[in-house]
T-cell receptor, first 112, second 114 residues
Framework: KQEVTQIPAALSVPEGENLVLNCSFTDSAIYNLQWFRQDPGKGLTSLLLIQSSQREQTSGRLNASLDKSSGRSTLYIAASQPGDSATYLCAVGETSGSRLTFGEGTQLTVNP | EPEVTQTPSHQVTQMGQEVILRCVPISNHLYFYWYRQILGQKVEFLVSFYNNEISEKSEIFDDQFSVERPDGSNFTLKIRSTKLEDSAMYFC????????????FGPGTRLTVT
């Protein structure tokens, strides 16, 4: 059974800092990996999708990498801003229909 | 920009009652999903739906749950006889195509069972 783990559980940084969020998964037979942002009491906003054949994806200040063989993904956030404060979730798609298996999330606080 | 919508945003019901949660997926999407998130816990997959039938379901999705796409736009989750442990945020998601596409999530329905 696929298990997804995110480290750290919480992170507090000053504005402007570059940071890395980590995600690991136990079964490397995945189709894709998706990073989401969740604001308190809200839905999930998709940030990036990486296919299993890809190494990384970039969107603005966000860069996500995938190392399928080692079961790891990282989300790099450059020049963090207070508006980046949210919980970041990693989810792996295991089948072509891609049910997603989620990690617990990293709660990020960016202090002005 | 197209988005997934869900109604109601919050539903309070008594134990044993039936509830129907409604979702309108993005219009050209073909794959539909329900997930739930119990407060303080991970988001959990419930069921996926494609081509007018369930394509996959989790162990959570027992006989008390059912899904339906009654028309070309709505996608519903029914819980027949709610239990206290069904209290959670329920998210609907949709996806345009198979592997290469992102799942887009709705804002969720908070279900409170008393």
């Amino acid at each position: 059974k696929q298990e997804v783990t995110q480290i750290p559980a919480a992170l507090s940084v000053p504005e402007g800092e570059n940071l890395v969020l980590n995600c690991s998964f136990t079964d490397s037979a995945i189709y894709n990996l998706q990073w989401f942002r969740q604001d308190p009491g809200k839905g999930l906003t998709s940030l990036l999708l990486i296919q299993s054949s890809q190494r990384e994806q970039t969107s603005g200040r966000l860069n996500a990498s995938l190392d399928k063989s080692s079961g790891r993904s990282t989300l790099y956030i450059a020049a963090s801003q207070p508006g980046d404060s949210a919980t970041y979730l990693c989810a792996v798609g295991e089948t072509s229909g891609s049910r997603l298996t989620f990690g617990e999330g990293t709660q990020l606080t960016v202090n002005p | 920009e197209p988005e997934v919508t869900q109604t109601p945003s919050h539903q309070v019901t008594q134990m044993g009652q039936e509830v129907i949660l409604r979702c309108v997926p993005i219009s050209n999407h073909l794959y539909f999903y329900w997930y739930r998130q119990i407060l303080g816990q991970k988001v959990e997959f419930l069921v996926s739906f494609y081509n007018n039938e369930i394509s996959e379901k989790s162990e959570i999705f027992d006989d008390q749950f059912s899904v339906e796409r009654p028309d070309g736009s709505n996608f519903t989750l029914k819980i027949r006889s709610t239990k206290l442990e069904d209290s959670a945020m329920y998210f609907c998601a949709s996806k345009e195509r198979s592997i290469s596409y992102e799942q887009y999530f709705g804002p969720g329905t908070r279900l409170t069972v008393t």
